[in-house]
């Protein structure tokens, strides 16, 4: 099975959108769903960081850690 991408403010497509449904369904993203990585979804995923003690490991970015926490 491929690595799944990290992903970071800038970037953008579909994982990006698939991220930002990911952090509506915590309750912790109110944008648009735009396939977009914006400081709104880089808040978002930052307050999911902090509240499952992974801020100081991928702090800011969607990395192995925090998708395997998010997506379960």
Avoid: C, I
Wanted: glycine letters at 12%; zero cysteines.
């Amino acid at each position: 099975m491929a690595q799944a991408p990290v992903l970071r403010y800038g970037d953008s497509g579909t994982e990006v959108e698939k991220l930002q449904r990911l952090l509506a369904a915590q309750g912790l993203y109110r944008g648009k769903f735009n396939g977009q990585f914006d400081w709104r979804v880089e808040r978002a995923l930052s307050e999911f960081q902090y509240d499952h003690g992974l801020d100081d490991k991928e702090w800011g970015y969607y990395g192995p850690l925090t998708r395997k926490a998010l997506e379960g």
